[in-house]
């Protein structure tokens, strides 16, 4: 048996507990994403999950490639090979959401509404500064908390395979171009990304 059919064997088979997970106690809940971590594991050591929220007929299962694109085609290999899951809609990357959610990680929190970006053209790719309240370089938490912004706002594929430059930086650091808040930035980016790939598409 390949490991994607191992992991979606694994899966149907305790799916009634994974389904549910959020009903059982934190120490049962961090045991489940662990398992399922562990799972994820022996079909790409980089993958990883989120389960959205219960309330729906179908709830989803995202598998993220956690922003490397090396394991890109482990996301889509496994997600292509789900079987038909009556309870489950199977997502292949982080989606984009309609609304940013604020993150928090070790204490540190970042509001959208606080955060800007300006985007860049080079001719060949869209690029990107962000502009996050109290960044410092070494910060690594607000760098990780910028990514998942931008992961919300356009998409884990994207941020990986139509995004080239990514710099986020502290308000005050000058730079050119406009500013504009987070929450304008799918619409920006589609635009952008649509100019670029005509060019290039004149060009060929």
Do not use: C
Not at 61 to 78: D, E
Not at 128 to 133: A, C, D, G, K, N
């Amino acid at each position: 048996m390949t490991p994607l059919a191992q992991f979606w064997n694994w899966f149907i088979h305790r799916e009634p507990e994974l389904f549910h997970f959020d009903a059982t106690r934190e120490a049962e809940r961090e045991a489940i994403f662990r398992e399922i971590a562990s799972q994820l594991h022996k079909v790409d050591p980089d993958l990883t999950f989120e389960i959205g929220p219960n309330g729906t007929p179908r709830r989803e299962f995202i598998i993220s490639a956690g922003g490397i694109k090396r394991a890109f085609p482990a996301v889509v290999s496994l997600a292509s090979a789900a079987p038909p899951l009556e309870r489950w809609q199977v997502t292949a990357f982080r989606p984009r959401r309609n609304a940013i959610s604020a993150v928090e990680i070790r204490g540190k929190r970042v509001d959208p509404r606080d955060v800007q970006f300006s985007l860049l053209d080079n001719g060949k790719m869209a690029g990107l500064y962000m502009f996050i309240p109290g960044f410092r370089e070494d910060d690594i938490d607000l760098k990780q908390i910028g990514y998942l912004l931008l992961d919300e706002a356009l998409g884990e594929y994207d941020v990986e395979s139509r995004l080239g430059l990514i710099k986020i930086l502290s308000p005050q650091t000058p730079t050119d171009g406009e500013r504009h808040p987070l929450a304008d930035l799918p619409a920006l980016f589609d635009k952008l990304v649509s100019r670029i790939e005509g060019r290039s598409g004149i060009s060929s």
